[in-house]
């Protein structure tokens, strides 16, 4: 089975600075992704990032970045510059390429709070 | 605009009631999810549909049910023989999984049984 580990509970930053978010996951398998979603004070789930594990070039979306260590099962998220509308909660997730239908595996998440 | 709908946003339920929430998409999408989430967890998966009328058990299917009648349409049904139904519910949809394993969610429902 797959596993998600989020070890950072609560990280705060001041408006401007960066800020890197942990993840580890656990598998067996060589086929997989892993995504980034960012779910604010109104609950909507939205992905923010996305990784294909085949591919080496970490992936970026303007001020987010990953840092993807595929052999040492690490997939951290570097927010730039960051902005008040960035406080919310990070869940990093993890699917195993099946060709078919399958589940996203979540951590348990990290709070990020963005302040003046 | 595309997207996915779920209603309601809040609903309140006694104990021993049955409750029908609902997710619609208007994406195209092929495949549909029902997660759930409780204070300091991630989501967990109830169940999946990859295609209309066919679905899969997901890990904490029990005392659940759900439909796939429609390629937009994706309800679940909350029975009372879950033991404890009320979180938060978020409904998903992807487009052929073997194409993109991006998954988009709804605004949710949270689910309050006394």
């Known amino acids: 089975a797959q596993t998600v580990t989020q070890s950072q509970p609560e990280m705060s930053v001041q408006e401007a600075e960066t800020v890197t978010l942990s993840c580890t996951y656990d598998t067996s398998e060589n086929n997989y992704y892993l995504f980034w979603y960012k779910q604010p004070p109104s609950r909507q789930m939205i992905l923010v990032i996305r990784q294909e594990a085949y591919k080496q070039q970490n992936a970026t979306e303007n001020r987010f970045s990953v840092n993807f260590q595929k052999a040492a099962k690490s997939f951290s998220l570097k927010i730039s510059d960051s902005q008040l509308g960035d406080t919310a909660m990070y869940f990093c997730a993890f699917i195993l390429y099946t060709g078919t239908a399958s589940k996203l595996t979540f951590g348990t998440g990290t709070r990020l709070q963005v302040t003046l | ?114």
């Open chain 2, 1 to 114: 605009d595309g997207g996915i709908t779920q209603s309601p946003k809040y609903l309140f339920r006694k104990e021993g009631q049955n409750v029908t929430l609902s997710c619609e998409q208007n994406l195209n999408h092929d495949a549909m999810y029902w997660y759930r989430q409780d204070p300091g967890q991630g989501l967990r998966l109830i169940y999946y549909s990859q295609i209309v009328n066919d679905f899969q058990k997901g890990d904490i299917a029990e005392g659940y049910s759900v439909s796939r009648e429609k390629k937009e349409s994706f309800p679940l049904t909350v029975t009372s023989a879950q033991k404890n139904p009320t979180a938060f519910y978020l409904c998903a949809s992807s487009i052929d999984p073997g194409r993109s394993y991006e998954q988009y969610f709804g605004p949710g429902t949270r689910l309050t049984v006394t």
